[in-house]
């Protein structure tokens, strides 16, 4: 059975996160959008793992549903925030858990809460070593998933230009052989990571990271298995491209770390930009935020479009609303934009098969011309980007500047 899961998202408990992100919402957000799998999110926090009980039950191995829903499958995952000192350095790395089942999740959380407080955010904050995270994890139960998340990010990604690591080995040491994926993130597409051979043997996963229910989907991964949690994770540990089909991309550009830079500063750099003032912002003379490109260039041992043999294919898309909002001369909130986007929907069923299956005829006759010539233009990945720096997230441009103008004034009419 082919579907698109989400595994990486956050609840309402989270910090910045939407009160709207509760599982009723989820739930209803993953059908408009064409996600069969989601992560719960937060199961260490006690509220949320209360909600998991009350409102979830059981339906394929290791898969949750809600009652009287037939729909969307819920996979039980957290993300946790691992900040402590290790060699002389301070490290802050996040890692997302997979977990099979509540039981599980009990004694995980039984055992992290004489660490620390699971209370104070649904993404709780440990003084724990991302190895020993590790081993408390997999001693519970082997069939756990130990993920870095957003490899890259500098803040809080395993190889960020901030963490002090360089590698999967140097963080987790003998625990490095049971990390079988890891998250690509928002500024980062496998082509990228294809430029490490120590990253041959992993699977890159991908994940939305939301905080918002319209957020999700924005990342994702495509499987061809039955539907359960054995079978998912078995895809993944096996990195096995009849199984694990592909994933669903960002343009890496428009993360919000793809650049060098300084917000404060507005200073976007590329990587050979900042070599020429040695990484320093010439704006304000502080040492510049260095960004994923950047960073990937650092470690990298291949040159650039290097494919490795076996390697899970990926796409990059752009969420449905935002192609709107361009064509339409708008922003993403516009209420015109939101009229567009639901009648879409409706008559196509979900935003990934509007994304990935419609036929540009199909589109054409459901739309304005220019909305389908947009998503075609994104499938083919024609697309400008000013790349995000520094927490800023890049700007897309599907049309040139001519073209707007043109639009500019059909959309008057519309």
């Known amino acids: 059975m082919e579907f698109i899961a989400d595994f990486h998202l956050h609840s309402k408990y989270s910090r910045a996160t939407s009160p709207q992100m509760d599982l009723e919402n989820m739930d209803k957000w993953a059908r408009i959008k064409g996600i069969k799998v989601l992560g719960t999110g937060d199961f260490t926090h006690p509220e949320w793992f209360k909600q998991l009980k009350e409102k979830l039950i059981p339906a394929e191995p290791g898969l949750f549903k809600l009652k009287n829903d037939k729909d969307t499958r819920f996979i039980l995952t957290t993300e946790i925030s691992c900040i402590y000192s290790k060699a002389g350095k301070v490290r802050k790395i996040h890692i997302?858990?997979?977990?099979?089942?509540?039981?599980?999740?009990?004694?995980?959380?039984?055992?992290?809460?004489?660490?620390?407080?699971?209370?104070?955010?649904?993404?709780?904050?440990?003084?724990?070593?991302?190895k020993e995270l590790a081993k408390i994890v997999l001693n519970i139960s082997e069939d756990c998933l130990v993920v870095p998340a957003h490899l890259w990010t500098p803040w809080f990604g395993l190889l960020g230009s901030k963490s002090g690591f360089d590698s999967i080995e140097e963080c987790f040491e003998d625990y490095s052989k049971y990390i079988y994926a890891v998250e690509t993130g928002l500024s980062s597409d496998p082509a990228m990571n294809w430029r490490l051979s120590s990253l041959d043997k992993i699977t890159l996963i991908s994940n939305s990271d939301a905080h918002s229910p319209a957020k999700m989907g924005r990342e994702a991964n495509v499987f061809d298995t039955e539907l359960s949690y054995p079978a998912i994770s078995n895809a993944i540990k096996s990195k096995n491209p009849q199984k694990f089909l592909y994933t669903i991309e960002f343009f890496p550009q428009e993360g919000k770390y793809h650049f060098d830079g300084h917000r404060n500063c507005e200073i976007c750099l590329n990587p050979q930009e900042s070599k020429k003032y040695n990484n320093i912002c010439p704006r304000c003379g502080r040492s510049l935020t260095i960004g994923v490109l950047n960073r990937v260039d650092e470690l990298a041992d291949r040159a650039e479009g290097f494919k490795p043999e076996k390697a899970i294919p990926f796409k990059c898309l752009i969420p449905l609303a935002e192609i709107i909002a361009e064509c339409l001369g708008m922003g993403v909130s516009a209420k015109a934009v939101d009229k567009e986007y639901?009648?879409?929907?409706?008559?196509?069923?979900?935003?990934?098969k509007v994304l990935l299956n419609v036929s540009e005829a199909e589109l054409k006759n459901a739309t304005l011309s220019e909305i389908a010539e947009g998503?075609?233009?994104?499938?083919?990945?024609?697309?400008?980007?000013?790349?995000?720096?520094?927490?800023?997230?890049?700007?897309?441009?599907?049309?040139?500047?001519?073209?707007?103008k043109n639009l500019a004034t059909q959309n008057t009419l519309f």
Do not use: C, H, M
């Open 96 to 130: 997302v858990v997979f977990a099979p089942s509540l039981e599980i999740v009990e004694k995980i959380n039984t055992q992290l809460g004489w660490i620390g407080n699971l209370k104070a955010d649904g993404r709780p904050i440990l003084g724990l070593d991302a």
């Open 342 to 352: 639901k009648n879409l929907i409706e008559k196509f069923g979900n935003e990934f």
């Open 375 to 404: 998503v075609i233009r994104v499938r083919e990945g024609e697309v400008n980007i000013e790349p995000g720096y520094d927490g800023v997230f890049g700007k897309i441009r599907i049309f040139s500047k001519t073209e707007k």
